[in-house]
């Protein structure tokens, strides 16, 4: 079941990130968010951005995930926004 799968990202970057390993975490939701974006899973993008968001605030470092996810989740916003800088 799918749903098994996006509960399998969740669980393992949770655990990844109790052992001190945020990049690696971040790495998982990472590639797992792309595959959501390319299959147009919108639920999966919103779970594992905000799971990601959790992640990066719990290391601190919020300029990271405006920069990585935001452009992850709406790639033309990025895109748009890098044009007009």
Known sequence: MEI???????NGSSELSKQGQ???ALRLLD?????????NRSMWIRVLSRHAAAISDSMGDLRFLTIRWRCTAWPTRCFRRAKRT
């Open 22 to 24: 945020n990049e690696k």
């Open 4 to 10: 098994d799968l996006l509960k399998s990202v969740i």
């Open 31 to 39: 590639d797992s968010i792309a595959e959501a974006i390319r299959t």
